[in-house]
C-alpha cells in the first residue's frame, strides 16, 4: 500500500492542523497505520495509532492530538490542537501489521508517506 501525508503548514503556537494520510488502494482497511514525526537530528518518534480499535498516544501529544480513521475513504487524520514549537517536525505516516508490543516503533510499519512538514512559531 501506498501513502501520502499532507496538510501541514506553518501556524502559530496555540494553533491547529489537521494531516491526512491517504492511502492508495482498498487493502488499507487491513492495516494499522501511524502517525510519526521527525525532527532535525533527531530519530523519528512515535506520536499515535489506531490499533484493534483502541488509540494510542506518546505522553507528549496525548490530550492535544486525535488520530481518526475513515476506511471508506482510505484515509487515517490526526488532529493536532494547542500545538507548541516543539512540536516542529515532518509528520509521517507508516502503515503495517505491527504487534502490540511494536507500535511505538517504526520498525513495526514496512510502508511510509513521504511526509508533511509542520512548523510551529512561538
Known amino acids: 500500500v501506498q501513502l501520502q501525508a499532507s496538510g501541514g503548514g506553518l501556524v502559530q503556537a496555540g494553533g491547529s492542523l489537521r494531516l491526512s494520510c491517504v492511502a492508495s488502494?482498498?487493502?488499507?482497511?487491513?492495516?494499522?497505520v501511524g502517525w510519526f514525526r521527525q525532527a532535525p537530528g533527531k530519530e523519528r518518534e512515535f506520536v499515535g495509532v489506531?490499533?484493534?480499535?483502541?488509540?494510542y498516544y506518546d505522553d507528549s501529544v496525548e490530550g492535544r492530538f486525535t488520530i481518526s480513521r475513515d476506511n471508506a475513504k482510505n484515509t487515517v487524520y490526526l488532529e493536532m490542537n494547542s500545538l507548541k514549537p516543539e512540536d516542529t517536525a515532518v509528520y509521517y505516516c507508516?502503515?503495517?501489521?505491527?504487534?502490540?508490543?511494536?507500535?511505538?516503533?517504526?520498525?513495526?510499519?514496512?510502508?511510509w508517506g513521504q511526509g508533511t512538514q509542520v512548523t510551529v512559531s512561538s
Open positions: 507508516g502503515a503495517g501489521r505491527p504487534i502490540l508490543s511494536m507500535i511505538r516503533r517504526p520498525l513495526g510499519y514496512g510502508n
Open positions: 488502494d482498498g487493502t488499507f482497511s487491513s492495516y494499522t
Open positions: 489506531v490499533f484493534r480499535g483502541r488509540t
